[in-house]
């Protein structure tokens, strides 16, 4: 906790001083993020370091595995973190980041794991269909299999973002785009999903075309 203390008076000393201009302009106009992220809790993923944004300019739903249960099946905070940023901000990019070494999807994949954590298990079933489709091949050892997971997982959720009406709405009238990305803690890429081909480009890479990774993904790279 001293640690934590210590960093706050450092921020008010050191850093909000520089950001006070800024502030003032949030304080007065209110907040107009351009982005809303969906990631996962994992004290791993810091999305504002990793995107380079300041205050004001992502709107964050955290949760174990980056999971958005199916408008209606689940009612509940990210439903209404989803439904109110899409709705009464300028969102125009909804971004849903996955990670490796996700323990959420390690519970998805061995449920024996989690017994004592009931809601856990409650939670990660609004990822089940993502292990249903990876299940056909099961030559991959653990590893490669999480991976894979954490990959498919990314594209399901990106899916169940698509029954939200207020993102059917404002993607049919060109207002918004989705992104699938997997954040990689072990290289620091972020890897982005193209629906169009089905695979994983890196988006830390400059050149066009963008270089696929999903070999990542099924162990082959
Ligand atoms: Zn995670």
Redesign the pocket.
Known sequence: MDKIVEGIRRFRRDIYPGLKPRYDELVKTGQKPHALVIG?S?SRVAFESLTGCGPGELFIVRN??NIIPQYGKYMGGVTASIEFAVTALPIRDVIVCG?TH????SALLKPEMSTDMPAVQKWVSFARQAKRRIGKEHTHVFDAHLREAIAENVKLQVEHLRTYPCIEKKLKSGEIRLHGWVYELENGDVVEHDETNNRWLSLTEPEEPKRDVSGRFRGTE
Do not use: P, Q, V, W
């Open positions: 996962c994992d174990a595995g990670h996700c323990g959420a999807m």
